[in-house]
């Protein structure tokens, strides 16, 4: 018969390995349902929004999130930031007619509960700056506002959420790039024609010098002839 301390080390060790199988389960389950979550959050806040059943403008959003589910189960991560990235972009630019504030509220949730892995480079640097942007505005608010289910920090009338704001998502950084390129063309143009001046007026000057130096020259001959002439008239 096991003494009374085998017995509790065996409870003991049932207890940790029981922990040890539990607790990634959990985890598990927390990460793979924020979709859902998600998803819950869209409805609160139109159902708050409009007080009316589900409406064609959110029933999109939650038609793009089935679609980050499905290729969430295929495990295909790739895939996930896509179908992601265009549900930023759809929140962003208030597909549908969603409020500015509803927009803000969407994306710093987003922002909390997806994993960072299935967001690309381009959604965390647009998610971040809104989370910055929210925060900076929310230091001169005092008053949350009213029409948002989970009490965002700025006011609609203080957040213009254009869809301007949002646009460089789908252009990625090449409109930047260009607009740095065609400055310094502006800036190389504008070197060349200044050197052209500089070349002209030098070359100007560098003519009127040589004129002047010529005319010069003419009059010290004139006046070194003048005075054999005038020897030559007395003679």
């Keep these: 018969m096991p003494s009374l301390a085998h017995r509790q080390t065996l409870v003991a060790a049932t207890g940790v390995l029981f922990v040890l199988f539990l607790i990634p389960n959990q985890a598990e389950s927390v990460q793979e349902n924020w979709v859902d979550q998600i998803a819950q959050r869209v409805r609160a806040e139109q159902h708050l929004a409009s007080r009316e059943p589900l409406s064609s403008g959110y029933e999109r959003y939650l038609t793009q999130l089935h679609s980050v589910q499905q290729a969430l189960l295929q495990g295909d991560v790739h895939a996930v930031q896509k179908e992601m990235s265009h549900f930023v972009r759809m929140v962003g630019t208030k597909e549908g007619g969603i409020s500015e504030s509803t927009a803000q509220s969407l994306l710093?949730?987003?922002?909390?509960?997806?994993?960072?892995?299935?967001?690309?480079?381009?959604?965390?640097?647009?998610?971040?700056?809104?989370?910055?942007?929210?925060?900076?505005?929310?230091?001169?608010?005092?008053?949350?506002?009213?029409?948002?289910?989970?009490?965002?920090?700025?006011?609609?009338?203080?957040?213009?959420?254009?869809?301007?704001?949002?646009?460089?998502?789908?252009?990625?950084?090449?409109?930047?790039?260009?607009?740095?390129?065609?400055?310094?063309?502006?800036?190389?143009?504008?070197?060349?024609?200044?050197?052209?001046?500089?070349?002209?007026?030098?070359?100007?000057?560098?003519?009127?010098?040589?004129?002047?130096?010529?005319?010069?020259?003419?009059?010290?001959?004139?006046?070194?002839?003048?005075?054999?002439?005038?020897?030559?008239?007395?003679?």
């Design 108 to 235: 710093l949730y987003i922002n909390e509960v997806t994993p960072v892995e299935y967001l690309d480079e381009t959604t965390k640097s647009h998610l971040r700056l809104v989370r910055e942007m929210v925060t900076l505005r929310a230091e001169a608010i005092e008053e949350p506002p009213t029409d948002s289910a989970y009490s965002s920090t700025v006011t609609p009338e203080t957040a213009p959420w254009g869809a301007w704001q949002f646009g460089w998502i789908s252009k990625g950084t090449f409109r930047p790039i260009i607009t740095v390129g065609m400055g310094v063309l502006v800036l190389v143009a504008v070197g060349v024609v200044v050197l052209l001046f500089v070349a002209v007026g030098a070359a100007t000057t560098n003519g009127r010098s040589a004129v002047h130096t010529k005319d010069r020259t003419v009059e010290g001959l004139e006046k070194k002839t003048q005075p054999s002439g005038s020897s030559r008239d007395a003679a």
